[in-house]
Every structure is written in C-alpha cells, then in structure tokens.
C-alpha cells in the first residue's frame, strides 16, 4: 500500500491537541511523515511527543497573537528543513450567539483570527513551497462555507474566506508541483461544542443549540475525517475535499447544486430544528 512518506517528508498540523487536528496529526505519523503540531498549550501534546520521539515536535501557537504565531511557523519550517511538504490550516473555534447580541469586539476578534491569522500563516506556506515548485497546502474549512450554522455568523463567513482564499491559490497552483485543499468537514463527534464560547444565550438560539448538541452526538467519529485527508493528500491535486456523514458530504451539496436557493435555505432551517 503506498504510503504518505513516499511523497511528503514533513507536515505542520495547527490545532493538534484535539478533534481534528489530533487525528490528523496521528494519521500523519502513522504514515511516517514528522509532523510539528501546535496548541496553545503544548504540553497538551506530551503523550504525542513521547509515542513519537524524533517524528512529532510541539509547537506554542496561538491565533490570536498574529506575530508569534508567524514566527513560530517560521522557526518550525526551519526546524525541519527550510519548508514543509504538508501544512495543515485547522486550528480555529467557534461563537455561539445572536449576531445583533454580540459585541462586535467578540466576532471581529474571531475573523482577525481564523482568517486573517490563517492568511499570513498560508502566504509563508505558500511562498515556501513555490519557491521549492511542491507542497500540498491544507485549509480545513467546514461545510459551514456552503450551509452557515444558524447562531455561527463569525465563524460562518470566517470558513467561507477561508474556502475563497483556497480557490484563489488553486488558480496560482496551476501548472506547478503545488496542490491546495479546500478540506470541507462537516459534524464530526469531537469536543468542538465544548470548547465554543456561547455569547449572551437567550431563548430564541436554545432550539438550535439543542439541535447542534444532537447532531454532534450522532455524527461520525473523527478518524473518518482522517481517511479521507489521506486519501486526498496522495491524489496530490488541487480540488474541494468533503468530508462527514453521507447526508452532509454527498446528499446535501447535490440537492444544493439542483435546488432553488430558498428551498436550500428551508431545508438547512429544518435540519437545525428552526
């Protein structure tokens, strides 16, 4: 079976302490490529260190500080040999909240964060790997960017930018060694909701909030979103990767691509009890 160290020797996973970016992480090492993984809290990340001396690096990372985060990537693509073959754009985090409640403060924050953070973060990765002609760089996006989450506004139209800014560079790509993924996850059974910061709840959004609780604990388990990160990385081409239950990565696109717009709208307000 070919495996992902035949092509990529090296890959930069942010948020790998967990959902996601954890499994990402693990899917990575177990295919032999070193992975440097960041958190907030790194030793949050001690186990992977220990289970994988000499192939997994910590890395301090926070979005919200712009300058450091910049900085520590360009240590750790140092660090592993003046750029990385794979980077992984996934850490960011949810609000949860009315969008005429919220201080402005508290979404603003959030889209300095996911997208503007991430934009500096893929301009390095970007300017790297066109200087070497390879790479494949990774947006984890979420399939928020073709059906926004109800009470979700920052973190809606963040993950919308974000799937614009990977069309972008599929068009700069074109004819090179580079490869860009747009990674579109849809519910996956993670500690996302726990980790989200509610905002000002109020009666009107508990439906929602209920519905969103009941989604998250029927969805997929998150090694799904892993195989299918893998198999994409060793297509090795540009293009929009969906991932999640069948309903959401196939059935919903295709009924979003043939249906009017307002019955999409209907039927996403259905889907979370609205």
């Known amino acids: 079976m070919r495996r992902l160290d035949q092509l990529h020797g090296s890959a930069f ?14 899917m ?19 186990d992977l260190s220990a289970g994988h001396p000499g192939a997994f690096f910590p890395v301090a990372f926070d979005l919200g500080d ?3 985060a910049v900085r520590a990537f360009s240590e ?23 969008f005429s409640a919220l201080d402005s403060s508290i979404w603003r924050a959030q889209l300095e964060d996911m997208l503007g953070t991430v934009l500096e973060l893929s301009h390095a990765a970007f300017r790297s790997m066109r200087s070497r002609n390879r790479g494949c760089l990774v947006h984890v996006s979420s ?13 809606n139209v963040a993950k919308a930018g974000l799937s614009a800014l990977s069309e972008s560079l599929m068009f700069e790509a074109r004819g090179s060694g580079i490869a860009v993924i747009d990674f579109r996850p849809g519910e996956y059974r993670t500690d996302f909701n726990r980790a989200m910061l ?14 969103l609780e009941a989604e ?5 388990a998150p090694e799904r979103a892993a195989l299918d990160l893998r198999r994409a990385l060793l297509r090795n081409r540009s293009g929009i990767v969906r991932s999640g239950s069948l309903f959401q990565a196939h059935i919903a696109p295709l009924l979003a691509r043939l249906g009017p717009a307002s019955f999409v709208r209907w039927a996403t307000a259905r889907y979370h009890g609205l």
Do not use: H, K
């Open 76 to 98: 750790a693509s140092s660090a592993a040999g003046g750029g990385f073959d794979i980077v992984v754009n996934n850490a960011g985090y949810g609000v949860f909240g009315e």
């Open 66 to 68: 712009r300058e450091n």
């Open 143 to 155: 399939i928020a960017a073709e059906f926004p989450l109800p009470y979700m506004s920052g973190y």
């Open 198 to 211: 509610t905002a000002n709840p109020s009666e009107a959004t508990r439906p929602a909030r209920a519905a």
């Open 13 to 26: 996973v942010s948020g790998a302490s967990r959902g996601l970016g954890r499994v990402f992480a693990q």
């Open 216 to 220: 998250l604990e029927a969805s997929p």
């Open 28 to 46: 990575l090492l177990g295919e032999g490529v070193r992975v440097w993984g960041t958190s907030r809290d790194p030793s949050r990340l001690a």
